[in-house]
C-alpha cells in the first residue's frame, strides 16, 4: 500500500491531481493553506500508488512512497 505525503501549504489548489486520479481517490479538503488555498486530500485507501498525481501536479506538493522504500 502507497504512503503519500502531501505538502498542504504548496497546494494552489489547480485540481490537476484530482482530474488525473484514474480512482478518483484525492479531492479537496475543508482546509485553507497560509496562501488562502483548499488543499487536497487523499483516500489512501482508494489510492493505488500510480503516480499520476505526481506526475501532473505543477507545484510538486506531492511525493509518493511504496512500503519497501520506507522500511529502508
Given at each position: 500500500?502507497?504512503?503519500?505525503?502531501?505538502?498542504?501549504?504548496?497546494?494552489?489548489?489547480?485540481?490537476?491531481?484530482?482530474?488525473?486520479?484514474?480512482?478518483?481517490?484525492?479531492?479537496?479538503?475543508?482546509?485553507?493553506?497560509?496562501?488562502g488555498?483548499?488543499?487536497?486530500?487523499?483516500?489512501?485507501?482508494?489510492?493505488?500508488?500510480?503516480?499520476?498525481?505526481?506526475?501532473?501536479?505543477?507545484?510538486?506538493?506531492?511525493?509518493?512512497?511504496?512500503?519497501?522504500?520506507?522500511?529502508?
Amino acid at each position: 500500500m502507497p504512503k503519500v505525503v502531501i505538502f498542504e501549504e504548496k497546494c494552489k489548489g489547480c485540481g490537476y491531481c484530482i482530474n488525473g486520479c484514474p480512482k478518483k481517490a484525492i479531492q479537496f479538503g475543508d482546509k485553507f493553506n497560509r496562501e488562502g488555498y483548499k488543499s487536497i486530500i487523499i483516500d489512501e485507501s482508494g489510492c493505488i500508488g500510480c503516480g499520476n498525481c505526481y506526475t501532473i501536479c505543477p507545484d510538486n506538493v506531492i511525493e509518493i512512497y511504496n512500503n519497501a522504500a520506507m522500511e529502508g
